[in-house]
């Protein structure tokens, strides 16, 4: 194979330099480093001699025929019957290039997600079928694929080269057409395998390699905590453990996931906070549970990426630990509302680990393949043969509060649920997070089934969203949140910016939380600024805002209401938010004089457009304090 040459330099070429100095911000960091041979030769010991992935190839009929009598892929198959008609969507160069021509990204990667979607529902298919019916789509679906421009998500294209880098859509490529040679086996020509290894290997094996042997900076996400280190490290193990022959080849992958990944880990807070978000959570963490389950599959359970960190288990519970009520999370992050946990996830966490987390009964394989690798990995879960003794148990008891004491996050729920209760999620943290918005002081509130006040979500991608202008947007900026605005200065960047806990106190009948939000606005004279939360249970919830303030000199002060809700004004202090079902009064009071309020809509994401009232004092004021009361209406 033509990895080989490479292989050998990283294997045995000595380090050049010293022992760098250990920067003590990043001391969990994980540098680049040579491949380690003592390692890849106690892994190679122990992989299995044959190739390794999600699933069983298409000949092992037991297992396809009871999901095909199943009647769950019912939709996956017409959907492969109208491809082997129509063929698979076609490349769009306007669409691909529009990142470049006019800030649209999206446009680009979901034209690339099409693609790649076809060939998996035609690759399903033929395995449940097994009657060669789209086998020819098959082929024909990988040869566009592998000879395309490029499998590089326009957001990350470097219009001078094509090839050579691995990021995320580049992983998500490999993964998907290693996966498709292990299952159809020999039913696909010796040319098309051949032709796929190889672009697997200019494409995503060599890159990587290269970027081990020379520290070159094409793969920063080796070094990085985010979602990137996992899905990319992911998509390539995992291809790799498919396709590659040699067992001392596939170990070197596994070396590189194995001593890399940790860096993924270290991004989340010790107390499992995930700073990217529901949604990231569910992409990034779910690609390290099939980096994790592959290798694990690949070394007959010897090697297994959970069993040495009991952060691990902090981390499963950052799902659950953040519902509000009802099934409702908050939007923090680049997430949009009503996101949901990744129920596939939670029964992964739950059986792999041993914990009662709720959930994971319900997995949505039907009609569901789009990622071939993960719902593979749950139509055939390895991982319970591994661990057939933590079959999960019924959730654990009603919890009141889950508080992330490092994140300084706080989610508050009622006594009891009933129709009308009302939750909250209180976000402290710093303006530096993975996916950030300015945000510090931010909150949502769900009544019943609806979120009526709180954090907007995410807008659509552009060139602009991860550019230094990504907070002249309102939605990503502080302006979008309903945090204070100072003279009409917004929330700084940076991680300077945090939200210092000055208490926490939580009892069964009332929850505090307060913070200094002084470091987060650039106001020369502020002396301080607090911000209160005081959540109260009983026969009706409340919240309570308590925004406390002094300048050296007068300024104006305003906090906001984000709400997709309908505000009507009561009276001079009050507001009444109705959403579709649900409705919440606001009561806003001040002891520095009058208080006026002022609607505008944000309209960043035309399919979601949301009001930000302002609740304003009307004159500049040296200090003063300024009062906002959540409570549900029955």
């Known amino acids: 194979m033509k ?57 092992n009929r037991e297992t396809w025929d009871k999901l095909k009598q199943s009647g769950k892929y019912n939709k996956v198959l017409k959907e492969a019957d109208r491809i082997v008609l129509q063929g698979i969507p076609g ?76 990021e995320l859509s580049t992983a998500s490529y ?6 498709t040679l292990y299952l159809l086996d020999d039913k696909l020509k010796s040319g098309i395998r051949d032709e796929a290894i190889n672009a697997l290997y200019k494409r995503a094996f060599e890159p990587l390699l290269r970027t081990i042997q020379t520290k070159n900076d094409d793969h920063g996400w080796l070094t990085g905590t985010n979602n990137w280190n996992a899905v990319c490290l992911s998509g390539v193990t995992c291809a790799a453990l498919l396709v590659i022959p040699s067992k001392e080849e596939r170990a070197v992958f596994v070396s590189i996931a194995e001593r890399y990944i940790k860096n993924f880990v270290a991004g989340f807070l010790d107390d499992g906070y995930c700073t990217e978000g529901l949604s990231y959570f569910n992409y990034g963490f779910g690609r390290y549970t099939l980096l994790r389950e592959s290798i694990l599959k690949a070394t007959n359970g010897k090697i297994d990426l959970f069993s040495d960190n009991p952060k691990i288990a902090n981390i499963a519970r950052f799902l659950p630990n953040m519902e509000i009520i009802n099934g409702i999370y908050p939007a923090i992050a680049d997430c949009r509302q009503y996101s949901k946990p990744s129920s596939g996830i939670l029964r992964y966490l739950s059986w792999s680990l ?28 390895y991982f319970q043969k591994i661990h057939p003794s933590n079959q999960p148990q019924s959730p654990k008891e009603y919890k009141l509060r889950s508080w992330f004491d490092v994140a300084g996050v706080l989610t508050v729920r009622p006594e009891r649920t009933h129709p009308h209760s009302m939750g909250a999620t209180l976000k402290g943290g710093n303006n530096q997070e993975h996916h950030n918005h300015n945000d510090l002081g931010s909150f949502t509130i769900v009544v019943g089934n609806e979120i009526l006040a709180g954090d907007p979500g995410l807008i659509p991608y552009t060139a ?21 605005l100072i003279s009409g200065k917004q929330q700084r960047q940076g991680a300077g910016a945090m939200a210092e806990i000055l208490l926490n106190d939580f009892t069964p009948h009332e929850d505090v939380l307060k913070m200094d939000l002084s470091s987060a606005y650039e106001i020369p004279g502020i002396k301080h600024l607090t ?47 109705e959403g579709k079902t649900e409705k919440m009064l606001v009561t806003f009071t001040s002891n520095r004089g009058d208080i006026f ?22 004159n500049p004021v040296k200090n ?4 906002v009361l959540f409570s549900p209406v029955r």
């Open 464 to 484: 602009k969203t991860f550019s230094s202008q990504r907070y002249e947007y309102k939605t990503l900026g502080s302006y979008g949140h309903p945090v204070p």
């Open 624 to 627: 003063g304090k300024l009062t």
């Open 91 to 166: 490349w769009d160069e306007d669409l691909y290039m529009g990142m470049f021509t006019r800030g649209d990204s999206q446009s680009g990667k979901d034209m690339l997600s099409r693609r790649i979607r076809a060939l998996v529902s035609l690759v399903w298919a033929e395995c449940l079928t097994n009657e060669s019916k789209y086998i020819g789509a098959v082929e024909q679906a990988l040869k566009e694929i592998i000879n395309q421009k490029t499998w590089v998500n326009p957001r990350n294209y470097n219009k001078k080269n094509f090839d050579g880098l691995v």
């Open 354 to 381: 041993g914990e009662d987390l709720p959930n994971y009964g319900s997995i949505a394989l039907e009609g569901r393949t789009n990622d071939l690798q993960e719902d593979l990995m749950h139509a055939f879960p």
């Open 597 to 618: 309020i002022e609607s505008e809509e944000i309209n960043e994401d035309t399919n979601a457009p949301y009001s930000r009232i302002a609740i304003r004092i009307r």
């Open 531 to 577: 911000r209160e939360f005081r959540y109260s249970r009983g026969e009706t919830e409340k919240l309570q805002v308590t925004d406390q303030f002094e300048f050296s000199s007068p300024e104006l002060f305003e906090t906001a209401l984000i709400t997709r809700g309908v505000g009507k004004v009561i009276s001079d202090s009050q507001l009444l938010v």
């Open 174 to 179: 490999s993964h998907t057409i290693a996966q």
């Open 3 to 59: 990895v080989m040459f490479l292989l050998s330099l990283c294997l045995l070429i000595p380090t050049l330099a010293g022992k760098a100095k250990v920067d003590p911000v990043k001391d969990k960091i994980v540098r680049i480093a040579p491949v380690d041979n003592k390692r890849v030769a106690e892994i190679t010991s122990i992989l299995n001699d044959q190739l390794s992935g999600f699933g069983q190839p298409y000949w």
